[in-house]
């Protein structure tokens, strides 16, 4: 299989891998639900292809990675990651199972998420995965929670890269992305907590850790997950939290007019991911977080086009007073994206 090869980086160039199963997302037509609508908008989607998609849009050597059926909807994902500059050189191509499918019934409070991914290629990930050097030596290895759902084998890929550390990555990244549609709580809540424990870096959202862990506040996200090197906390409207060892990180979150909230967790950890790779510091890997967020939660897709570099890094110096200022609302950085 081709698709990428002519973008293809040399085999241990990526500054980033992100493994995990990206969909076709089909969305009804503006304005419609999914109960009325004739038409429906069809996009990719897949936690770990979004935020490879962001940071290859912003310049960051990225390759994703994933099983695939072999067929034209698979075909499409991979052409779309490769179009924006992902490297899908690695992906495992398959003649069996289905490309997954699922559906967006949008809302600005909640949207809800329907899946048709039981029989998807996705679920044939498995450790062997980590054998491909182009898969190893990694500066950052970013993972999340929804792959150790899919199924046994996933779970095990999972397990070696966080906990039997198997791909040599400096760095491990693990976002908990809890997905009730695809395991009860009691299920997921030790598995998450076992593999975020054990990772380098890990973004949770405050409401998530409540209804897995029972934490109540950041402080007892950090205490839940004792070895881990940071823990992000992302406190919706609120802010943001960098809880490392003895040091701790605010930065409020940008006004926004949410269009649609899916994704912006995976914006976010791009952007906090794109910053740490860039040698800054918490607050402002934060900051990018925030305003990759903000871009995320203004359109129907899972990944929105970031704003230019040049007008990122020049929020990323504002003096913090102005920070989450009407100035730095989501209008301005729709207006620098459009
Ligand atoms: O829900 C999933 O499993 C997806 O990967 C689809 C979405 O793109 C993802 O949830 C957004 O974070």
């Known amino acids: 299989m081709s698709i990428g090869a002519g973008g293809a980086l040399p085999p241990n160039a990526a500054h980033v891998v992100a493994v995990g199963e990206t969909m076709i997302m089909l969305v009804?037509?503006?304005?419609?639900?999914?109960?009325?609508?004739?038409?429906?908008?069809?996009?990719?989607?897949?936690?770990?292809?979004?935020?490879?998609?962001?940071?290859?849009?912003?310049?960051?050597p990225v390759r994703w990675a994933s099983v695939m059926r072999n067929d034209p909807l698979g075909r499409r994902i991979a052409t779309e990651l490769a179009g924006s500059g992902v490297d899908v050189s690695a992906i495992s191509w398959r003649d069996v199972a289905q490309t997954g499918l699922y559906l967006k019934d949008p809302g600005a409070e909640s949207t809800a998420v329907y899946y048709y991914r039981q029989g998807s290629a996705a679920r044939l990930i498995d450790p062997a995965l980590w054998q491909d050097e182009r898969l190893r030596s990694a500066a950052v290895l970013h993972l999340t929670g929804i792959t150790p759902a899919l199924s046994e084998s996933a779970n095990a890929a999972v397990e070696a890269a966080v906990l039997g550390r198997e791909t040599g990555a400096e760095l491990v990244s693990f976002d908990v992305n809890y997905r009730p549609g695809l395991w009860p709580v009691d299920v997921a809540a030790p598995v998450l907590r076992r593999l975020a424990d054990a990772s380098d870096l890990v973004f949770v959202g405050m409401d998530e850790a409540h209804h897995?862990?029972?934490?109540?506040?950041?402080?007892?996200?950090?205490?839940?997950?004792?070895?881990?090197?940071?823990?992000?906390?992302?406190?919706?409207?609120?802010?943001?939290?960098?809880?490392?060892?003895?040091?701790?990180?605010?930065?409020?979150?940008?006004?926004?007019d949410v269009v649609e909230p899916v994704g912006a967790g995976d914006a976010f950890a791009a952007g906090y991911l794109k910053s740490l790779l860039d040698g800054r510091g918490e607050a402002e890997r934060l900051r990018l977080g925030h305003l990759l967020a903000a871009t995320a939660l203004t359109v129907h897709e899972d990944a929105a086009e970031p704003p230019s570099s040049a007008w990122l890094d020049a929020q990323l110096e504002v003096p913090e007073a102005e920070w989450a200022s009407a100035a730095l609302a989501y209008g301005k950085v729709r207006e620098q994206t459009a």
């Open 28 to 60: 009804p037509e503006e304005g419609s639900t999914l109960a009325a609508t004739r038409r429906f908008d069809s996009y990719i989607g897949g936690a770990e292809s979004n935020v490879a998609l962001y940071l290859a849009r912003l310049g960051v």
């Open 212 to 256: 897995l862990w029972g934490c109540a506040t950041p402080r007892e996200v950090r205490e839940m997950l004792p070895r881990a090197r940071t823990v992000v906390v992302k406190d919706g409207a609120v802010g943001a939290y960098a809880l490392s060892s003895g040091r701790e990180t605010f930065v409020p979150s940008l006004a926004v």
